[in-house]
T-cell receptor, first 112, second 108 residues
Framework: EAQVTQNPRYLITVTGKKLTVTCSQN?????MSWYRQDPGLGLRQIYY???????DKGDVPEGYKVSRKEKRNFPLILESPSPNQTSLYFC???????????FGPGTRLTVL | RKEVEQDPGPFNVPEGATVAFNCTYS??????FFWYRQDCRKEPKLLMS???SGNEDGRFTAQLNRASQYISLLIRDSKLSDSATYLC?????????FGAGTILRVKS
């Protein structure tokens, strides 16, 4: 089954404790991206990747890091999480930015 | 000013009604536009792409007006299952910008 998976689905953590949210897709897609969704603000793109080893900032990259060492994986790293990073996070993949984006199920993160 | 703006609603309509949403975008350089649907904090899913000439998919019609910088979504014969949040999306280069969404509630 073609899908995008994210782990963990839910996470409660404390300020400053490094965490990684994994994202994996099995569709051989080149384009992958991360979003956060907050009430009233919609989805905002954090980072995107056009292909392996090619990443670029979206609209809200501060406080986040990403890497794209393999085509299928695009982890999101929070080196020192803060409460304002409490949000619902979605990973997405597609064959290109122009094409349909396939989203993962989301990760609900709470930073205390 | 947000790059992509939508009326948040909610739009409350009876079954069978026709409802229309508009979305405005501020950057005339945007190349492509889409409508996504999101159910109750689940992942968004593509509803339809928006073409310059307008396009239709069953009960759904999308139109683009580049001169006025807005796109629209028309839903005819609304069903209960159409209740969701509709997200307008613009593509700038390789970046996707989402509107905050319009809530639709269809009631029997």
């Amino acid at each position: 089954e073609a899908q995008v998976t994210q782990n963990p689905r839910y996470l409660i953590t404390v300020t400053g404790k490094k965490l990684t949210v994994t994202c994996s897709q099995n569709m051989n897609h080149e384009y992958m991206s991360w979003y956060r969704q907050d009430p009233g603000l919609g989805l905002r793109q954090i980072y995107y990747s056009m292909n392996v080893e090619v990443t670029d900032k979206g609209d809200v990259p501060e406080g986040y890091k990403v890497s794209r060492k393999e085509k299928r994986n695009f982890p999101l790293i929070l080196e020192s999480p803060s409460p304002n990073q409490t949000s619902l996070y979605f990973c997405a993949s597609s064959s290109g930015a122009y094409n349909e984006q396939f989203f993962g199920p989301g990760t609900r993160l709470t930073v205390l | 000013r947000k790059e992509v703006e939508q009326d948040p609603g909610p739009f409350n309509v009876p079954e069978g009604a026709t409802v229309a949403f508009n979305c405005t975008y501020s950057n005339s350089a945007s190349q492509s536009f889409f409508w996504y649907r999101q159910d109750c904090r689940k992942e968004p899913k593509l509803l339809m792409s928006v073409y310059s000439s307008g396009n239709e998919d069953g009960r759904f019609t999308a139109q683009l007006n580049r001169a006025s910088q807005y796109i629209s979504l028309l839903i005819r014969d609304s069903k209960l299952s159409d209740s969701a949040t509709y997200l307008c999306v613009a593509l700038y280069g390789n970046k996707l910008v989402f509107g905050a969404g319009t809530i639709l509630r269809v009631k029997s």
